[in-house]
């Protein structure tokens, strides 16, 4: 594989190269060696984000992570794109019936050997169902309760409105808010 790392404002040092090229280098078994994986890093205020960028035959699979560490975002991005990879490969044998050769596209045959399938759009499997009690805050509780427990959304009871609301973070660092409407 051949990696093409640049950085917008920060200095790509030996250390963090040596990182991306060790994490991202796990997906060497599935990847012809000519295959391009485009990195480019980045800083915004105190947020470090990476970019992930992988061509292949007629797609391109890609993730952007943004946190507060560069280490951080890179692990991130590994995980999405090891899910976007499982998927593609599911939607490739699917489409080829299993007949696909590695001179096809750029992946090696081990690629399609391994049996790390996840469930296809369409045949969604709830696995797990999970229930808590919500109490009535303002949305801007709500932030709070979310960045401390560290998630990316919160389900609370809105206590100026009495109606069910979801908070989340936005990639830009902001907040949303998700308001019911009934039609």
Not at 19 to 39: D, S
Not at 126 to 140: D, H, S
């Amino acid at each position: 594989m051949n990696f093409i790392i640049s950085g917008k404002n920060i200095d790509v040092t030996p250390s963090l190269k040596e990182a991306i090229e060790q994490k991202l280098g796990k997906l060497e078994r599935y990847f012809t060696p000519e295959t391009e994986i485009i990195v480019t890093l980045s800083v915004e205020k105190e947020r470090q984000k990476i970019e992930v960028t992988i061509p292949v035959k007629g797609n391109i699979i890609r993730s952007e992570q943004t946190s507060d560490n560069m280490y951080v975002s890179l692990d991130l991005v590994e995980e999405v794109i090891e899910r976007q990879l499982r998927k593609y490969k599911n939607k490739l044998v699917e489409k080829h019936q299993g007949h696909l050769t590695s001179s096809e596209n750029s992946f090696k045959k081990e690629f399609f050997e391994t049996e790390d399938t996840v469930e296809v759009d369409g045949d969604i499997k709830i696995v797990r169902t999970k229930r808590f009690g919500i109490k009535p805050m303002y949305p801007e509780d709500a932030c709070m309760q979310m960045d401390l427990l560290g998630h990316a959304f919160f389900v609370f009871n809105n206590a100026e409105t009495d109606e069910v609301n979801v908070v989340y973070k936005r990639k830009d660092g902001s907040f949303g808010l998700i308001e019911p409407e009934f039609s």
